[in-house]
């Protein structure tokens, strides 16, 4: 019962306190209002100090945020782009016009090899992507998007031939409505030889 009395008596001062602190200083003072109460704060010392830095460094750290996301999302379709790259080089070199064989060969190869690399990278959007095929090291396509097909190419993926896969995707880079056009992500396959089936 003794401690119930001290807590409350400990209560009731700090109510007091608390009041007294926020009254006006005079007792026929108005109540200042909230912009009165700013305008003192930023008369006084070094309160308002602290107020003008933040407002200082926010656009900056905002910035730096914003450019955080988009390194982290540009790594992530790169990611993608080099695992689909990848994949449809596999595709190529294990099922590309190897055997000689028109029936069991690839009547268009550059459209099998983009519907494999598609399957692999569901994250990224098929009509932005440029493939770049370089058979014995010479390209002979360049396609974008679904129009990535080549089937009068078909006789030129042969067994024995070296190919690369090179893909090109528009990168996500900007600063706040300035969008910079020429940032692109580039992945080209490692250059693989044709085997026969």
Same mark, same amino acid.
């Given at each position: ?65 914003? +450019? ?11 990611? @993608?782009?080099?695992?689909? =790259?990848? /994949?449809? &080089? ?69 067994? +024995? ?11 996500? @880079?900007?600063?706040?409505? =300035?969008? /910079?056009? &020429? ?15």
């Amino acid at each position: 019962m003794k401690r119930l009395s001290k807590l409350q008596g400990r209560a009731l001062k700090f109510a007091r306190d608390f009041c007294r602190a926020t009254a006006p200083g005079r007792a026929g003072a108005r109540a200042l209002s909230t912009g009165s109460r700013l305008r003192a704060c930023l008369r006084s010392g070094g309160e308002g100090q602290s107020l003008v830095e933040f407002a200082l460094v926010l656009p900056v750290l905002a910035m730096l945020l914003t +450019g955080v996301f988009w390194v982290g999302i540009n790594i992530c379709n790169y990611m @993608a782009l080099n695992n689909a =790259v990848e /994949l449809g &080089a596999r595709y190529l070199k294990i099922e590309g016009n190897t055997s000689g064989n028109i029936a069991t060969d690839l009547a268009d190869p550059c459209l099998s090899v983009f519907q494999q690399m598609m399957g692999a990278s569901s994250s990224l959007n098929a009509d932005n992507i440029t493939v770049a095929y370089k058979l014995n090291g010479s390209t002979i396509e360049t396609l974008k998007g679904s129009a990535n097909t080549c089937p009068s190419e078909s006789d030129n993926f042969s067994a +024995g031939g070296t190919f690369q896969i090179v893909a090109t995707y528009p990168c996500i @880079a900007g600063v706040y409505g =300035v969008n /910079l056009s &020429a940032c692109k992500l580039v992945v080209s396959s490692v250059p693989q030889t044709m085997t026969p089936n």
